[in-house]
């Protein structure tokens, strides 16, 4: 089942269970999803879903930044829903010690030993563990292999 239907699925639940709150949110990300499909005219692939889901999880983190130097608890806590609720539809984030064996790998493939090298290096390791990793955690493990902390 992809991550549109499963999102269809618990929409329909939520609906019948009355809880508004969980059907708003869905409504949200289904809407994010449905104008990326527009602007690309054409159907999501599962990956491009991930990332939809992935840059609101971004936005939504930046706005509960905010929402913490207001002290607004309550946007704090429907913001921290929302970020549940997408956590739920992402896949689990590769751990920071198997992303530093794919750089290490990579490197060694397309010769990647300097600075100069990181964005060939990023691109590769980006592309090998796709949707599974996180790309804060990937740039700083280049960066550190890049600089020599092997």
Do not use: C, W
Not at 7 to 30: F, H, N, P, T
Not at 100 to 114: E, Y
Not at 125 to 143: L, P, Q, Y
């Amino acid at each position: 089942m992809t991550i549109q239907e499963q999102l269809k699925a618990r929409l329909i639940a939520s609906m019948k269970e009355g809880k508004k709150d969980i059907v708003e949110m869905i409504r949200g990300l289904q809407a994010a999803l449905k104008n990326k499909q527009i602007e690309l005219q054409r159907e999501l692939k599962e990956s491009e879903v991930i990332d939809v889901l992935k840059m609101n999880a971004k936005q939504l983190k930046d706005a509960l930044g905010d929402f913490m130097r207001a002290e607004r608890n309550d946007l704090i806590l429907k913001t921290e829903k929302e970020l549940d609720l997408i956590a739920e539809y992402l896949p689990t984030p590769l751990e920071r010690d198997e992303i530093r064996k794919h750089v290490v790998s990579l490197a060694a493939d397309i010769g990647a030993q300097t600075m100069a090298d990181m964005g060939k290096l990023m691109g590769a390791v980006m592309k090998a563990v796709g949707a599974a990793a996180n790309g804060d955690d990937v740039r700083a493990e280049v960066e550190a292999f890049l600089k020599g902390e092997k």
